[in-house]
């Protein structure tokens, strides 16, 4: 039973923009704070947004500023704006329900599948 699933990676030129979006299931949307991972070739996954427990925002400090983390309670939909994207934004993007809220380092208790994103220069 998929839990998560992403759309709307693919490939842009720098300086463009994406718009993900993640269905999630209804028992997990209402119980669980909702962020966004990446992973570059090579390299860890890292956080870069998420919804605190009281609804505020967190961002990577790499992305502050140019990505947004979105959500619509009436799709149970989760989203990410990427602008200005750079090169190293180049990576596959996951969306996860956090196993603690505000806390990236504790990981995902469910992840998607990913959609990858290409920055190109």
């Known amino acids: 039973q998929v839990q998560l699933v992403e759309s709307g990676g693919g490939s842009v030129q720098a300086g463009g923009s994406l718009r993900l979006s993640c269905a999630v299931a209804g028992h997990i949307y209402s119980r669980y704070c909702m962020a966004w991972f990446r992973q570059a070739l090579g390299k860890e996954r890292e956080g870069v947004a998420a919804?605190?427990?009281?609804?505020?925002?967190t961002y990577a400090d790499a992305v502050k500023g140019r990505f947004t983390i979105s959500k619509d309670n009436t799709k149970m939909t989760l989203y990410l704006q990427m602008d200005s994207l750079k090169p190293e934004d180049t990576a596959t993007y996951y969306c996860?329900?956090?196993?603690?809220?505000?806390?990236?380092?504790?990981?995902?208790?469910?992840w998607g599948q990913g959609t990858q994103v290409i920055v190109s220069s």
């Open positions: 919804f605190n427990a009281d609804g505020t925002t």
């Open positions: 996860a329900a956090l196993r603690l809220c505000a806390d990236f380092e504790a990981g995902g208790r469910y």
